[in-house]
């Protein structure tokens, strides 16, 4: 489903990158708002060791696309690591 381009986005920061334990060659990429309350999640299947994707500092997604974060301690991991990655990097850096 494509966005309409006038719809508002919200600017979420990777904070996040793990492996899957349940399924190979999956990476999971989790985004997050700055206040670590929202998050958003990418799965990217690697169909070879040729296959190369960029995965930038940030990306803009629609708000229906975040998902809330209730654990507290996880919020403020969240807003830790998206705090770190604002400070130390442009939005379209390749990370």
Same mark, same amino acid.
């Given at each position: 489903?494509t966005?309409?381009?006038? %719809? %508002?986005?919200?600017?979420?920061? *990777?904070? %996040?990158?793990?492996? &899957? ?5 999956l990476?999971? *990429? /989790? ?5 670590? %309350?929202?998050?958003?999640?990418? !799965? @990217?299947?690697? /169909? &070879?060791?040729t296959?190369?994707? +960029?995965?930038? $500092?940030?990306? =803009?997604?629609?708000?229906? =696309? *975040?998902? $809330? ?11 830790? !690591?998206?705090? @770190? ?6 939005? +379209?850096? *390749?990370?």
């Amino acid at each position: 489903m494509t966005a309409d381009p006038g %719809e %508002e986005r919200v600017r979420v920061w *990777l904070v %996040e990158r793990t492996y &899957s334990d349940d399924e190979q060659n999956l990476i999971i *990429l /989790t985004y997050a708002t700055p206040d670590g %309350e929202r998050y958003f999640r990418k !799965e @990217r299947a690697l /169909t &070879s060791f040729t296959d190369v994707r +960029d995965t930038t $500092a940030a990306v =803009n997604t629609v708000p229906d =696309n *975040l998902g $809330a974060v209730d654990d507290p301690d996880r919020r403020d991991q969240y807003a830790a !690591e998206a705090q @770190r990655m604002r400070d130390a990097h442009d939005p +379209d850096d *390749l990370i």
